[in-house]
């Protein structure tokens, strides 16, 4: 560029040097000054014209040229509304979608945490072979030893477990907040700067548990203060302890996982750390790995004497690169968002084909043109440009309306993803970034031109001379002619395919919602409360809740209610306690151990969870023998065949090994049905229940079953519980369904988009269709009128468009069902416990599309049968 | 005085003009005033160019690779534009000469078969 412009700032001079010197010449020659100054200029010649000439060797001829094309491909469009409209609507749906897909694809699996060189990071996970990986925790003497021993990081820090707290600032309402407790290095290791004040170090955490001091969030700063440095040194509560603010992180910062926001950074030291640690220049992951799986061997050795080792050792150590944060919200999501790039990679292929259909028609259309252009002298190469031009104006446009569209898309899908669980609780910024934007040009100009190359290619073929004299009516080859079908059978084929897939997928969803939970989810309403300020206490606070129980059974709708810590999908951990039962010989490494729940009388009726023998408990029971309900795998494993009731069963706290110690056994008096404490994919978690009551472990989560609408009601519990216990707060209430659908947000994700992606692959192979038998019929114009004059009736006009749909149609349909079984390893792949497909969604796509289809040929062959034959001869 | 024929043939065969600017810029590098004195003085004043024409010719030399500009000094110690060969532009000279030589030779043949011949 520089040089170009140095060229042309050189010529000018080199000119005048040149006429001077001729000038100087013709007056040696003897002629006066003026006329040698004439002379050497009309010997020289137009200098303008010739610095002109000179100056186009340096210029951009191409550039103008596509100005020009770029002009006239605006005027086309002007002349051609309707076209430009659904062309550009079509091609902002698919580029839209793909845009949205990838945003969140992008943020979730590749973005970059902001901190220093996020690609040294490493996130320490642990797998014991045939089961899912995990993240921790860790022990603290697994840290030491790491920490001290490894030779492969240049540091290694920790963080907590999710928390959520309740933070509070004086004069205002608690709210509830991501909390990470983080170990004394975690900021120096991240290499963060602190937005104001200081980050924790290691001195900020004491021997013994509450450094008293926490870090917040620019945006905590932002939304409490302002962003006013007096924000340094206030207090605030957290979960009720006053703790002293002294710095706030860095603005771009909110913590290792992606789309958890975290507001609060604590400082500790304890057992229960998820290790992150930043690699040594020069190691490789695998290297480290290796190191560390030794290290871990050894300490194992060296800690865990007799049968606890046994299991440890078969723990390998796996390490994740963590600068796009840690995996855990991949591993949640990612392929999921895989399935979907890959639909919506195949909704903006249809949306090619649809568009290479329609510019297919319009450049049959405008053959004539073209061959005028042609014959006056236009390169093919110009002709190719110009179509090329068009269509990436096209898409170009889309594109445009797209991104609009894909922001809004993004919003929705977002919000199905937030709501999952509190503790996976995901928010996604999907912020402008310059990848983002590259991939979205990309695809952009990848379609234009993948559209365009038909048409273009067709343009090139048009040859002058007989063009010029037909009016246009039977110009194609006969390739052309089933390019153009082969073009709507493939979008047929396309949409049969993507239509398929929404069926399997809705399909899913539905079997994973009416799952054989153990548990009924319809119809209920969960309610927590937080007894924790009100200073009752344990003893007085049961009377509390009995009478709160009895009451809410008085509201109209309500058929039971009860009171559990728990709920099947929230979680109900697994303990640290096992199992003996008498009669129950086990090695110890076997021992399982089992969700432990204490639960109110009605509990089962509540949820629907079946007692298949022996009976509830009952508020009698307090003050006597101690009693226990466990469940279906519970009793499999204890007692394989024979009846439990009237067994006994102790509960022992490991590693304490004393069995039948001092732990009093517990009478069983019910065998319930399994159900899913955690997830939906997991098995069967064994589960022993515990009268609450007779416990006295009081929990605070209140479950009512209705027969309404249980949202509706949510209301008037609140008010009636607010009455009873006034100083109470309720904390949250939700209905049982929600919770079920907050842990199958992948499958929800993946239906919902894959329907109304579905939705769109059959509304453009509708409008394909649609524009290539109109565009048909409006070429065959003269054959049906002179077949018409000949005695065809309208029935086999009509036939002979809709046979012409069909075909298309059928071709479509087979080379569809081919796509499907070729699809569906990878679905299988990427969708957790998918149902092998059935000929169910199949058929039912085939039917849909067949709708669609029939419903698009109807206007074009009714269009047929008005052919006039009079006119159409006419025109000829 | 040339005919104007002979101007406009000269212009109208592509790459003559080019070759000439070559096999002048052979014997030195020099300015744009003395390539068209030169070109006129060695074909004796029979091929006179236009000479606004070299500029559009010199500059596609240029963009091509085949010559070079740069600033220098003239016989009279003025600053001026010298134009000079460099090695791609000295092989294209031997390419393009031994081009116009077949070409030359080929047309003589046909106009002069008898010459030729004897």
């Known amino acids: ?876 | 005085m040339s005919t104007k024929e002979q101007r406009e043939h000269i212009e109208l065969l592509q790459g003559t003009l080019d070759l000439l600017i070559l096999r002048t810029l052979l014997l030195g590098p020099t300015h744009g005033h003395a390539i068209a004195k030169a070109i006129e003085f060695r074909s004796e004043d029979v091929l006179q160019v236009e000479q606004g024409s070299l500029y559009p010719a010199l500059h596609r030399l240029i963009k091509r690779g085949w010559i070079a500009v740069q600033d220098g000094t003239s016989e009279n110690n003025r600053r001026a534009k010298f134009y000079r060969l460099t090695a791609r532009g000295r092989r294209q000279l031997e390419v393009e000469t031994s081009k116009w030589d077949k070409l030359a030779g080929a047309i003589a043949r046909i106009l002069r078969p008898a010459e030729t011949e004897s």
């Open chain 1, 1 to 876: 560029m520089s040089r170009r412009k140095r060229m042309m700032d050189d010529i000018d001079q080199d000119i005048r040097d040149f006429i001077e010197r001729e000038t100087r010449d013709n007056i040696e020659r003897g002629m006066p000054p003026e006329e040698a100054h004439y002379a050497a200029l009309r010997r020289f010649g137009n200098v303008t014209r010739i610095k002109e000439e000179t100056w186009e060797m340096w210029s951009l001829v191409w550039l103008e040229q596509l100005c020009q094309d770029v002009r006239y491909g605006l005027r086309q469009f002007r002349r051609n509304p309707g076209f430009t409209a659904v062309a550009v609507l079509t091609l902002a749906l698919g580029i839209g979608a793909n845009t949205a897909v990838f945003s969140l694809f992008y943020t979730v699996m590749l973005h970059k945490l902001s901190v220093a060189r996020p690609e040294e990071l490493v996130e320490f996970l642990y797998k014991y072979p045939g089961q899912p990986r995990s993240d921790g925790p860790w022990k603290w003497g697994e840290y030491e030893n790491i920490r001290d021993h490894n030779h492969v990081f240049s540091a290694l820090t920790g963080t907590g477990f999710d928390n959520l707290a309740r933070v509070r600032i004086d004069g205002a309402e608690p709210e509830t907040l991501i909390l990470e407790s983080v170990l004394g290095n975690y900021f120096e290791v991240l290499g963060l700067k602190p937005s104001i004040g200081r980050l924790t170090t290691p001195q900020d955490v004491p021997a013994s548990g509450d450094a008293g001091v926490v870090v917040v969030s620019w945006d905590y700063w932002n939304r409490w203060f302002h962003c006013d440095p007096a924000i340094l040194g206030k207090r605030i509560l957290v979960n009720g302890n006053p703790e002293t603010i002294v710095g706030v992180a860095p603005r771009p910062y909110t913590g290792p996982r992606v789309g958890n926001r975290t507001d609060v950074w604590e400082p500790y030291q304890k057992d229960a750390v998820r290790m992150l640690a930043r690699l040594k220049p020069g190691v490789t992951r695998r290297q480290a790995e290796a190191e560390i799986n030794v290290l871990y061997q050894s300490w194992v050795d060296q800690n865990n004497p007799g049968h606890e080792s046994t299991r440890l050792r078969q723990k390998r150590v796996e390490l994740e690169p963590a600068g796009a944060g840690l995996a855990r919200v991949r591993d949640l999501y990612g392929k999921s968002l895989v399935l979907l790039l890959a639909v919506v990679g195949f909704l903006l292929l249809l949306a090619c084909f649809n568009m290479a259909g329609m510019l297919l028609a319009r450049s049959a259309a405008r053959q004539r043109e073209l061959a005028v252009r042609v014959g006056l002298g236009a390169s093919r190469g110009r002709l190719v440009c110009q179509m090329l031009t068009e269509s990436v104006l096209l898409s170009g446009a889309g594109t445009l309306l797209g991104v609009l569209l894909a922001y809004f898309g993004t919003g929705v899908l977002v919000h199905i993803m937030a709501s999952t669980q509190a503790h996976q609780h995901v928010e996604i910024q999907a912020k402008p970034d310059l990848n983002l934007l590259l991939f979205t040009v990309g695809i952009a100009l990848v379609t234009g031109l993948l559209f365009g190359v038909a048409p273009a290619w067709y343009a090139v073929r048009s040859s002058p001379g007989p063009m010029m004299r037909r009016t246009g009516t039977a110009g194609d080859t006969w390739f052309w002619h089933w390019f153009g079908r082969g073009l709507v059978a493939a979008q047929v084929a396309l949409s049969v395919f993507l239509v398929t897939g929404t069926a399997v997928f809705l399909n899913h969803l539905s079997r994973m919602r009416n799952f054989d939970l153990g548990f009924r989810s319809d119809h209920v309403l969960l309610v927590t409360i937080d007894p924790s300020d009100t200073g009752y206490k344990p003893e007085k606070l049961a009377v509390v809740y009995q009478q709160l129980l009895a009451r809410l059974k008085t509201i109209p709708g309500v058929r039971s209610a009860s009171i559990s810590g728990c709920t099947p999908i929230e979680g109900c951990g697994s303990g640290s306690r096992f199992l003996i039962a008498e009669g129950h010989v086990e090695a110890p490494e076997q021992r399982q151990r089992p969700a432990i729940s204490f639960v109110s009388p009605e509990y089962f009726e509540t949820l629907g969870i079946p007692l298949l023998a022996g009976h509830d408990f009952s508020l009698r029971d307090v003050g006597r023998p101690r009693v226990a309900i466990i469940s279906n795998a519970v009793a499999r494993h204890f007692f394989p065949g024979v009846n439990p009731i009237g067994r006994h069963i102790t509960v022992v706290y490991d590693p304490q090994p004393s069995p039948f110690g001092d732990a009093q056994p517990y009478e069983i008096i019910g065998l319930a049905g399994d159900v899913k404490p955690w997830e939906l994919h997991d098995s069967p978690y064994p589960t022993i229940y515990f009268n609450m009551f007779q416990e006295n472990h009081l929990d605070d989560e209140f479950d009512l079953r209705t027969s309404t609408d249980p949202a509706a009601m949510a209301g008037t519990v609140r008010r009636v519980m607010g009455d009873f216990l006034k100083s109470v707060p309720v904390t949250r209430v939700k209905t049982l369904s929600e919770q079920v659908d907050s842990d199958i947000v992948p499958e929800r994700l993946v239906a919902t988009l894959s329907e109304f992606f579905g939705v769109l692959g059959a509304a453009l192979a509708g409008i394909g269709l649609y524009g290539l038998l109109a565009y048909n019929v409006a070429r065959r114009t003269n054959e049906i009128g002179v077949r018409m004059a000949l005695g065809a009736t309208t029935g086999d006009i009509s036939r002979l468009v809709l046979g012409d749909a069909a075909g298309m149609l059928c071709a479509g349909f087979v080379v569809g069902a081919c796509l499907v079984f070729w699809g569906r390893p990878l679905a299988a792949s990427l969708v957790l416990d998918l149902k092998p497909v059935s000929a169910g969604p199949l058929a039912s796509a085939g039917i849909a599309i067949a709708a669609v289809a029939l419903l698009t040929s109807f206007v074009p062959a009714r269009r047929a049968t008005r052919v006039d034959p009079m006119v159409a001869l006419r025109c000829e």
